[in-house]
T-cell receptor, first 112, second 116 residues
């Protein structure tokens, strides 16, 4: 099945550090989203981006919709232990359905 | 709590068997989606239903089928199970009137299927 390329695959950081991750695709998407999955839970939406070039924040999280519409970036500032989890990007091509293509995931571990 | 309920949470069965996974969407949501999460394939879209009708299909095997009932709950049927079908199966919902936001899905906690 199709997946978006996400990097890095995993990150092990100290509390207070900033984090950056990105997601790339060979094709264009009209919507980019970032989800987080905690252990034993389903993914939860963090940020949604609807326009090329758009920069959106949600607390300490900031995400950008790439100008080419083929990539997206997520930054987490001043990480805290509860940021631990797997972060997934997801792309959607058309608005008719919510059929999302998910990235391969970035595992984030934060050491207090 | 997303409001999406999935049962069972865990299921262990043998190859060749058939299982049914059940999903109750968030109150008011009209769309139900099924995703499969495995270590090698990641999160893969299987199928979407909207108000009882199939809306979109992904990488769903012919051995798998789904339906959405008039009360909007959904079932995913997996038959002739193979070892490779072992995975976490997520149901998600969206589409509550007045709350539609493209791409925003509310996921359940998943049903972990182990085929031995």
């Amino acid at each position: 099945g199709q997946q978006l390329n996400q990097s890095p695959q995993s990150m092990f950081i100290q509390e207070g550090e900033d984090v950056s991750m990105n997601c790339t695709s060979s094709s264009i998407f009209n919507t980019w989203l970032w989800y987080k999955q905690d252990p034993g839970e389903g993914p939860v939406l963090l940020i949604a981006l609807y326009k090329a070039g758009e920069l959106t924040s949600n607390g300490r999280l900031t995400a950008q919709f790439g100008i080419t519409r083929k990539d997206s970036f997520l930054n987490i500032s001043a990480s805290i232990p509860s940021d631990v989890g797997i972060y997934f990007c997801a792309g959607q091509r058309s608005g008719a359905t919510n059929k999302l293509i998910f990235g391969t995931g970035t595992l984030l571990a934060v050491q207090p | 709590d997303s409001g999406v309920t999935q049962t069972p949470k865990h299921l262990i069965t043998a190859t060749g068997q058939r299982v049914t996974l059940r999903c109750s969407p968030r109150s008011g949501d009209l769309s139900v989606y099924w995703y499969q999460q495995s270590l090698d394939q990641g999160l893969q879209f299987l199928i979407q239903y909207y108000n009882g009708e199939e809306r979109a299909k992904g990488n769903i095997l012919e051995r798998f089928s789904a339906q959405q009932f008039p009360d909007l709950h959904s079932e995913l049927n997996l038959s002739s199970l193979e070892l490779g079908d072992s995975a976490l199966y997520f149901c998600a919902s969206s589409g509550r009137t007045g709350e539609w936001r493209t791409g925003e899905l509310f996921f359940g906690e998943g049903s972990r299927l182990t085929v031995l």
